[in-house]
């Protein structure tokens, strides 16, 4: 089986940009989980998607957002990019997620940074 | 609150010596715990779990991990470490709210020839 996914590995934007990062589940993986890894803050949780809804949001302004399409493929999306928000974002599946036991499987990041 | 602690930055061991890389956590009820890799400038790769039952869990690449209950511990290892096995390791439990997973900061973990 093919890995999750992520696309583009690498983006340089300036601040006040938006942005929109892809990422392709594991197939048959209906959750898809965002996280921001930084230096300074480690690993943070931004979103969960399954079956297309938001279940769960991590402590993040609402500059930060997502979706998830009917294929389970998930994008996010920063808008108003600040010099804080350069980052790893990496992407998470997992078959159903929302169950303690549940691995989440991850991509190899998008390295974002703001200039 | 759930929560891990990995109390090491950094662990530094001998090519062909065990290794031991700490975590401790703290949860309510039983735990479910997590161990991720990640090399750089790449993801985090899983490597084990436990859930329940035999408290030593075995996991890819020649790692196991030890479940604690008494000291609250799930400590990574393995018996004779590679180079190869340089990395950053976390340790991570499921948060009771969302099931999303709450993770240790990270130990460096070097392994020099």
């Known amino acids: 089986k093919a890995g999750v996914t992520q696309t583009p590995r690498y983006l340089i934007k300036t601040r006040g940009q938006q942005v929109t990062l892809s990422c392709s589940p594991i197939?048959?993986?209906?959750?898809v989980s965002w996280y921001q890894q930084t230096p300074g803050q480690g690993l943070q949780f931004l979103f969960e998607y399954f079956s297309e809804t938001q279940r769960n949001k991590g402590n993040f302004p609402g500059r930060f957002s997502g979706r998830q399409f009917s294929n389970s493929r998930s994008e996010m999306n920063v808008s108003t990019l600040e010099l804080g928000d350069s980052a790893l974002y990496l992407c998470?599946?997992?078959?159903?997620?929302?169950?303690?036991?549940?691995?989440?499987?991850f991509g190899p990041g998008t390295r974002l940074t703001v200039l | 609150a759930q929560s891990v602690a990995q109390p090491e930055d950094q662990v530094n061991v001998a090519e062909g010596n065990p290794l031991t890389v700490k975590c401790t956590y703290s949860v309510s009820g039983n735990p479910y715990l997590f161990w991720y890799v990640q090399y750089p400038n790449r993801g985090l790769q899983f490597l084990l779990k436990y859930i329940t039952g035999d408290n030593l869990v075995k996991g890819s690449y020649g790692f196991e991990a030890e479940f604690n209950k008494s000291q609250t511990s799930f400590h990574l290892k393995k018996p004779s470490a590679l180079v190869s096995d340089s990395a950053l390791y976390f340790c991570a439990v499921p948060a009771d709210s969302n099931y999303q997973l709450i993770w240790g900061a990270g130990t460096k973990l070097i392994i020099k020839p």
């Open positions: 197939s048959g993986h209906r959750s």
């Open positions: 998470a599946s997992s078959l159903y997620g929302g169950r303690t036991a549940d691995t989440q499987y």
